[in-house]
């Protein structure tokens, strides 16, 4: 039985990125709705309980809201689940897709502080939590072997991000982690991931860079 998926999204998060990510890779249709998080309508703040995008709303009923648990929802929607069988496999994906939103944190940090100070802090942090992902690098091209899993999908929209602002910065964000590097590259090149953003995504984020007179904004485009 299909279901009718509604995705409420805000067009620069990178939690919602991995969610259309997967809807996209599992070809599953969904309704889309965007709303501005700085300034989120009634009708959001009535239908999230964290007040966080993304939500999805299963058949104009249920809310379902944290994205690793809207990845694992979407892949079970069109079977099999993206992640190894195994359960210690699975769960130590489940812990490193976690690890991912602490790495997303940081790299929050770092684009929108307007102190040099803190920028520079949060890029030795990234940095350092690199390393505990390049150790974790057993298997190419994707986290776990031959084919994309829910990991893959978690960790895309931090190395988008990367990449976007390394056009105009030089990060040096994968300096000692060549295995996390050819991982980024790898995913940054798929169709369900090169098409899990707006068309005006980088205009967009550096528009959010400005407007947050962020310490990054000087080196990226008006
Ligand atoms: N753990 C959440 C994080 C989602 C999140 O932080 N979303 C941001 C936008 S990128 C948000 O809605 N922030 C609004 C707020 O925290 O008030 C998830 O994985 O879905």
Redesign the pocket.
Known sequence: MSHHLRLVS?K?????Q??VIVLNYCKIPYDIDYID??N?PDWFKAL?P?????IVQVDHERVI??????MELVSELNPPLLHPHDPIDKAYNRAWIEYS?AM?GTQ?ELMTTPDEAVFTKALSTLKEQMGWVEQQMHATPFFNGESLNLIDAAYAPLFMRLAVLSKHYDLQAFAHTPKVKAWAEHLLALEAVKTSVVADFEPLFYQMLHNRKSYVAQFVPA
């Open positions: 805000f620069l998060c990178p939690y919602v991995r969610s998080i700085m989120p999230s964290l007040g966080k995008v993304p809201f944290e994205s690793a648990v809207i939103g997303l929050y």
